[in-house]
């Protein structure tokens, strides 16, 4: 029964990976099949936030496989296993971390430091968050983050949370977002339950609320927070407020929450540069067990420049289109997935004929390019070689430095990064290398 058991399970596994490629993740395949008796399928989980997010997230589409697979009415219960060994408890009696309103809240499995991408536009957010996380109402009190959507706020502050949890779980942690909060405080004041109310987030030992910039125009709910927020602070609990804005941009926020919120650490979270959202893709890519070659890396890097969030829609599509033909994962495959057009035959641009058009544009010689002077005046062409190359051919990075004296793969990515950057910022650099790739591809 037991290799019976596992070839079902894996078969079901494979199903679920082609058809809910946005769900599945690496660790799936750390679960293990327990018993098929009577209809219902059980399942060894290692984590518990695991668990709770195969329950909440995955459970239709696992089943929905297993009944694919053994062409069978089947139910799944998931289990909790320590070292091997099978819980007393299953998911549905098990200690919640965090409630709201008596229901469990799923922490997400994949927002954890360990999968946040540091860079230079979220250090200090993330270095403050880290110390929250160790020290908390000593560092940074209240800590006050904000930035545009999709930038990693709720991940920072899901990650705090998991840390306390899981190595002080004495303590009683509230998460919860700002509409939540406002929802339990009307309802609160409509049942007559206002001591029941201040009584369960005024002896929290952190409060975590996300998106405080919906306080806005809530002046009742305004006042309230105020005094639960001074008696938090007093008491010396952790408080970690997030929101697109800083708090002296929240419209209609009263002056003394906002001189509260800023008398801590406010952090600011930016887009991501390119290294970051390359570093992003590929975190990203290993949570679900694949390894995109980097020239697909770059190009959703390339294409993508608004926020973390928009950078695994793309990869999930691109994924999610190799799921449903081969499973490999090329650059014509995310072209097609990500809406780029084609790069025609019949107008096929060469490293040849970039290289004719940079060296005429910037009078240099073909040898200047291809030898060891690193001057200016020659290492910018190269660089903008290199990039042209990477971005209007099929070449891979080790093709593009043999055709510059046999330059290895890291000097091709190095001048990539340099010429990408600087065509954010500089106006005259970004019109060129415009110019350039007109003239290529309508030759």
């Known amino acids: ?5 596992s070839e079902i399970w894996d078969k079901t596994l494979r199903y679920f990976q082609k058809r809910k490629s946005d769900l599945w993740r690496s660790w799936f395949e750390q679960l293990e099949p327990i018993s098929l008796e009577n209809g219902l399928l059980r399942i060894g989980v290692p984590e518990q936030t695991w668990m709770r997010y195969l329950q909440q997230m995955c459970n239709e589409g696992l089943k929905e496989a297993a009944q694919q697979i053994t062409g069978h009415l089947l139910s799944l219960e998931y289990y909790h296993t320590d070292h091997n060994q099978l819980s007393d ?23 954890t430091f360990d999968h946040f991408v540091v860079g230079p536009s979220n250090r200090l957010a993330h270095a403050a968050c880290t110390a929250v996380s160790e020290s908390p109402g000593q560092a940074y009190n209240p800590l006050f983050i904000h930035g545009s959507v999709g930038l990693g706020k709720t991940h920072l502050l899901q990650a705090a949370c998991q840390v306390l949890l899981k190595h002080r779980p004495p303590l009683r942690v509230s998460y919860l977002s ?11 004041v409509e049942q007559g339950k206002l001591h029941e109310f ?10 975590v609320i996300d998106d405080v910039q919906f306080l806005s125009d809530q002046e009742q709910t305004q006042e309230e927070f105020f005094h639960t927020f001074n008696t938090l602070y007093q008491t010396r609990k952790q408080i970690v407020l997030s929101a697109d804005c800083s708090p002296a941009e929240i419209p209609k926020l009263e002056q003394r929450l906002v001189s509260r919120f800023n008398q801590g650490l406010v952090a600011r979270i930016d887009r991501p540069d390119f290294e970051t959202r390359m570093a992003i893709i590929h975190k990203k890519a290993q949570l679900r067990g694949i390894d995109p070659p980097e020239e697909v890396v770059t190009l959703i890097a390339r ?3 608004s926020n973390t969030r928009e950078l695994e829609g793309a990869l999930t599509k691109v994924h999610g289109l190799a799921m449903l033909e081969n499973g490999l994962i090329t650059l014509e495959l995310a072209r097609e997935a990500l809406g780029e057009e084609p790069i025609s035959a019949h107008h096929q641009v060469t490293i040849s004929k970039i290289i004719e058009a940079v060296t005429k544009h910037f009078d240099v010689r073909l040898s200047d390019l291809q030898g060891k002077r690193r001057s200016r005046s020659i290492a910018f062409p190269r660089q903008v070689c290199m990039y042209l190359a ?4 099929n070449h891979s990075l080790e093709e593009i430095g043999g055709h510059f004296g046999g330059r290895d793969h890291t ?14 910022h500089d106006v005259h650099v970004r019109s060129t290398v415009a110019n350039l790739v007109s003239s290529l591809t309508q030759a």
């Open 390 to 393: 990477r971005d209007l051919t």
């Open 178 to 188: 700002c509409e939540t909060f406002i929802n339990h405080f009307i309802r609160a």
């Open 198 to 207: 201040r009584y369960k987030y005024r002896h929290a030992d952190m409060l």
């Open 411 to 424: 000097t091709v990515l190095h001048a990539y990064r340099t010429i990408d950057k600087l065509c954010d």
């Open 1 to 5: 029964m037991g290799d019976v058991l």
């Open 89 to 111: 408890q299953r998911y549905a009696n098990e200690p919640a971390e965090t409630i709201e309103d008596g229901e469990l809240f799923c922490f997400s499995p994949d927002y």
């Open 303 to 305: 294409k993508i420049e």
